[in-house]
Structures are given as structure tokens and as C-alpha cells.
Nanobody
Framework: EVQLVESGGGLVQAGGSLRLSCAASAFADDRYAIGWFRQAPGKEREGVSCINTNDGTTFIATSVKGRFTTSSDNAKNTVYLQMDSLKPEDTAVYFC????????????????????WGQGTQVTVSS
């Protein structure tokens, strides 16, 4: 079983940046897909990004492309979500999720696809 812990959330002004971290208890092997999702009040959880820890492929949602990037540090069992040029509509609880033995990230999978989830971290962007 993999345990995930997100950190790095907080309050930031519009136009600012935050870097979220997703620390995993352990990667049994290197072939994980790590997804970032977000959920705003009253809205469904939506996919933001995906990274495969084996081949490094990434996929970014159209809504945040050009502003958000994702990366991994396998030595630290940690995946990052760098968020720049933040907007008030980015306000949400951000979750990371992991799926073992995953293929390359070429699209955003839905919430049902991921096996392990973190508890989330709040990001609030003020106008």
C-alpha cells in the first residue's frame, strides 16, 4: 500500500505561485502514474495533471496548460505540481493520487482509475 501526503498549499494573491508536493511512503517500483486533481466547493473533482515516474511522460489539463507543470524526484518519492500565474478560479482542494504499474501519461484518467489518494491540501487564490 502507498500512502500519499500533500503539502505546499496556502493563500496566495492572483498572479502568484505555489509548489505543491506529493510525498509517497514508498514506490515499490518506478512505474507509477501520479495524478493531481482539484475540487472546488460544489464542483466535481477534476484532473489537473499526470506524470509517469518511470518514463517521465506528463499530461497537463487544457485549463491550466502553460501555467502548471508537474515533475518527480524519484529519489525522494515525491511528485510536484508547480503552479504559476494563479487565478481565483484555481481555488480548490488539491489531491494527488497514485496508480501502480501504469502506462505512460498520454491523457488524464478519471478518479476511478487511481488506487491511492492523499488527504488533500487547500489552495486559495485571492483577487
Amino acid at each position: 500500500e502507498v500512502q500519499l501526503v500533500e503539502s505546499g498549499g496556502g493563500l496566495v494573491q492572483a498572479g502568484g505561485s505555489l509548489r505543491l508536493s506529493c510525498a509517497a511512503s514508498a514506490f515499490a517500483d518506478d512505474r507509477y502514474a501520479i495524478g493531481w486533481f482539484r475540487q472546488a466547493p460544489g464542483k466535481e473533482r477534476e484532473g489537473v495533471s499526470c506524470i509517469n515516474t518511470n518514463d517521465g511522460t506528463t499530461f497537463i489539463a487544457t485549463s491550466v496548460k502553460g501555467r502548471f507543470t508537474t515533475s518527480s524526484d524519484n529519489a525522494k518519492n515525491t511528485v510536484y505540481l508547480q503552479m504559476d500565474s494563479l487565478k481565483p478560479e484555481d481555488t480548490a482542494v488539491y489531491f494527488c493520487a497514485a496508480e501502480p504499474n501504469a502506462p505512460s501519461c498520454r491523457t488524464l484518467a478519471g478518479t476511478d482509475w487511481y488506487e491511492y489518494w492523499g488527504q488533500g491540501t487547500q489552495v486559495t487564490v485571492s483577487s
